[in-house]
T-cell receptor, first 113, second 114 residues
Framework: AQSVTQLDSHVSVSEGTPVLLRCNYS??????LFWYVQHPNKGLQLLLK??????LVKGINGFEAEFKKSETSFHLTKPSAHMSDAAEYFC???????????FGTGTRLQVFP | EPEVTQTPSHQVTQMGQEVILRCVPI?????FYWYRQILGQKVEFLVS????????KSEIFDDQFSVERPDGSNFTLKIRSTKLEDSAMYFC????????????FGPGTRLTVL
């Protein structure tokens, strides 16, 4: 069965410092992996996706993630945090034979000035 | 930019009452989904819908739930007899053929069952 584990429920960084949000996945088949972001009172917005093309995926707002099959990881990074990055981030997996998305528990990112 | 919309943003109901949550997907999308998030828990898949029928549903989606696309624009989730444990944020999502494999989410409806 497919699943994702987000290793940190909360991450706090200072503005201008790097961001690392960790995600490990479990999947029986070739997974598609996603990161979604949710700002307060807003819908879930797709940041980036991996679907078996390049292992380093670039997304919106300067975020990127690297698919590492040997480590079953798909960590989200950003070189320099901005105040507007403060939000809830979800790592998500789906498998080729289904469209349903399986969500992680989320990581709340706080950015301090 | 086109977006998925949901109404109402917050619905309060009494246990045992029927509720209908409404979604307007992006206009040329063909695949539709409902998810829910109970407070403090994961976002969970409920049901997917394509070509006017359910294509997949989770164990949560029992006989008290139903979905419908009554016209060309709306996609609804009905809960026939609400229970306290149905209190959650309900998200609608839609997906088109391009870009493939990208679900666009609405802002959610917060359902509170008293």
């Amino acid at each position: 069965a497919q699943s994702v584990t987000q290793l940190d429920s909360h991450v706090s960084v200072s503005e201008g410092t790097p961001v690392l949000l960790r995600c490990n996945y479990s999947s029986s088949y070739s997974p598609s992996l996603f990161w979604y972001v949710q700002h307060p009172n807003k819908g879930l917005q797709l940041l980036l996706k991996y679907t078996s093309a390049a292992t380093l995926v670039k997304g919106i707002n300067g975020f990127e993630a690297e698919f590492k099959k040997s480590e079953t990881s798909f960590h989200l990074t950003k070189p320099s945090a901005h105040m507007s990055d403060a939000a809830e981030y979800f790592c998500v997996v789906s498998e080729g034979n289904t469209d349903k998305l399986i969500f992680g528990t989320g990581t709340r990112l706080q950015v301090f000035p | 930019e086109p977006e998925v919309t949901q109404t109402p943003s917050h619905q309060v109901t009494q246990m045992g009452q029927e509720v209908i949550l409404r979604c307007v997907p992006i206009s040329n999308h063909l695949y539709f989904y409902w998810y829910r998030q109970i407070l403090g828990q994961k976002v969970e898949f409920l049901v997917s819908f394509y070509n006017n029928e359910i294509s997949e549903k989770s164990e949560i989606f029992d006989d008290q739930f139903s979905v419908e696309r009554p016209d060309g624009s709306n996609f609804t989730l009905k809960i026939r007899s609400t229970k306290l444990e149905d209190s959650a944020m309900y998200f609608c999502a839609s997906e088109g053929n391009y870009p493939a494999n990208e679900q666009f989410f609405g802002p959610g409806t917060r359902l509170t069952v008293l």
